[in-house]
T-cell receptor, first 110, second 114 residues
């Protein structure tokens, strides 16, 4: 069963706009990660946020984590056409294996 | 550096045939994971190894599926006999250790069972 559920399932924006994706999960976690998957490719790790962190930045990416609400958000600023991909959140519990959500399909229009 | 290598990239087979998927993890990584991705069920963890030892195979769908890791640089996922519902993209991923958390994925094997 999937732990994380992304919202929205699909998002379409214009180049230069910001894209926000949300992830909700059900059980306690050790950390939460975001991955990107381009069509026909494997997943690529983007960023990891630990359960004792609230916000993390990496380039144009900003991730927040609210453990009280069991939710996380991924913000991509100044989006580019190359950001078009599926984005997955994955949670790691005490066993450290990852459980992936269903993903958000992001389309950035030029 | 080479990433995770999977072969074949595409496999088309007929129902009842044996299928073997192969994976070479990143050198130095001690943990290896096999996932299956379908539209209906998303990305599912099938099994993972730590130091070549299977740790959790609770995600393996049924006895038709088996996985081995004879050494630190090679793993196989075998389906025998294959069925049309096994059609999916199978990913292998590796990480430095289970506790390191970040996983590096291979390009996947797209399996079609007719």
């Amino acid at each position: 069963s999937q732990q994380g559920e992304e919202d929205p399932q699909a998002l379409s924006i214009q180049e230069g706009e910001n894209a926000t994706m949300n992830c909700s999960y059900k059980t306690s976690i050790n950390n939460l990660q975001w991955y990107r998957q381009n069509s026909g490719r494997g997943l690529v790790h983007l960023i990891l946020i630990r359960s004792n962190e609230r916000e993390k930045h990496s380039g144009r990416l900003r991730v927040t984590l609210d453990t009280s609400k069991k939710s996380s958000s991924l913000l991509i600023t100044a989006s580019r056409a190359a950001d078009t991909a599926s984005y997955f959140c994955a949670t790691a519990g005490s066993a450290r294996q990852l459980t992936f959500g269903s993903g958000t399909q992001l389309t950035v229009l030029p | 550096d080479a990433g995770v290598i999977q072969s074949p990239r595409h496999e088309v087979t007929e129902m009842g045939q044996e299928v073997t998927l192969r994976c070479k993890p990143i050198s130095g990584h001690n943990s290896l994971f096999w996932y299956r991705q379908t539209m209906m069920r998303g990305l599912e963890l099938l099994i993972y190894f730590n130091n070549n030892v299977p740790i959790d195979d609770s995600g393996m769908p049924e006895d038709r599926f088996s996985a081995k890791m004879p050494n630190a640089s090679f793993s196989t996922l075998k389906i025998q006999p294959s069925e049309p519902r096994d059609s999916a993209v199978y990913f292998c991923a590796s990480s430095l250790s289970v506790s390191t958390d970040t996983q590096y994925f291979g390009p996947g094997t797209r399996l079609t069972v007719l």
